[in-house]
Every structure is written in structure tokens, then in C-alpha cells.
């Protein structure tokens, strides 16, 4: 069964730091760009960052760059995000995609092949 499951949210104060993971099984996660999504309440999906299959390549949407890291363990079927410098407009559900083709933080996320369930995120004094 094809699936990819999010962990690692919950509520943090800002200026906190979480770190996301993504749990992939059914396929085979090395053949797959991956990426990271968020939507807010009220708000549109956005992409929050991406990463090649091999690592070598990540992207970020401005909103995030240089507090967000990106990383995968192709070995171990996981990626994870690393938030730091947490703020409250970080506040969201955050979610996986894998993707057979080379993704940025602008591509649809209706394009990605399959998706995870989403992990709350909250920063909140």
C-alpha cells in the first residue's frame, strides 16, 4: 500500500523549532522529488520546499528560507524538515508529496503523485 505519513507536529512557541518527518512505504522513495506543503485556515496549499531524489537539490519558498532545512535518507524511507526560528504565521497543516518529475515550490500540489495526511503545526504564545 502506497503511502507517505507525517509526524512531528504539534505546538510550539514562537521562535521554537519542530521538526517534521515523512514516512514513505509501498514504493520506492529514491525515484521520487519531495515535497512539502502547508495550508492554513482560510488560506490556499502553498509549497513550503522541496528536495531531489538523491538530496542534491532543495528549494524554498521565501517565506521559509534560511529557517527551514530540507533533507532525505533515501535508506531509511524518511525526509524531514527542520523549522527553526518558528513564527505565528507558520501556523498550519503541513504535508508530504512525492512526485516522479523535478518539482519547485511553485508546482501545484494537485500535480504531486501521492500525499500524506497532514501534521498540525501551531506556534502560539
Known amino acids: 500500500q502506497l503511502q507517505l505519513v507525517e509526524s512531528g507536529g504539534g505546538l510550539v512557541q514562537p521562535g521554537g523549532s519542530l521538526r517534521l518527518s515523512c514516512a514513505a512505504s509501498?514504493?520506492?522513495?529514491?525515484?521520487?522529488?519531495i515535497g512539502w506543503f502547508r495550508q492554513a485556515p482560510g488560506k490556499e496549499r502553498e509549497g513550503v520546499s522541496c528536495?531531489?531524489?538523491?538530496?542534491?537539490?532543495?528549494n524554498y519558498a521565501d517565506s521559509v528560507k534560511g529557517r527551514f532545512t530540507i533533507s532525505r535518507d533515501n535508506a531509511k524511507k524518511m525526509v524531514y524538515l527542520q523549522m527553526n526560528s518558528l513564527k505565528p504565521e507558520d501556523t498550519a497543516v503541513y504535508y508530504c508529496?512525492?512526485?516522479?518529475?523535478?518539482?519547485?515550490?511553485?508546482?501545484?500540489?494537485?500535480?504531486?503523485?501521492?500525499w500524506g495526511q497532514g501534521t498540525q503545526v501551531t506556534v502560539s504564545s
Open positions: 509501498g514504493f520506492t522513495m529514491d525515484y521520487y522529488y
Open positions: 508529496a512525492a512526485a516522479r518529475f523535478a518539482t519547485t515550490t511553485r508546482t501545484p500540489w494537485g500535480l504531486y503523485d501521492y
Open positions: 528536495i531531489s531524489k538523491s538530496g542534491g537539490s532543495t
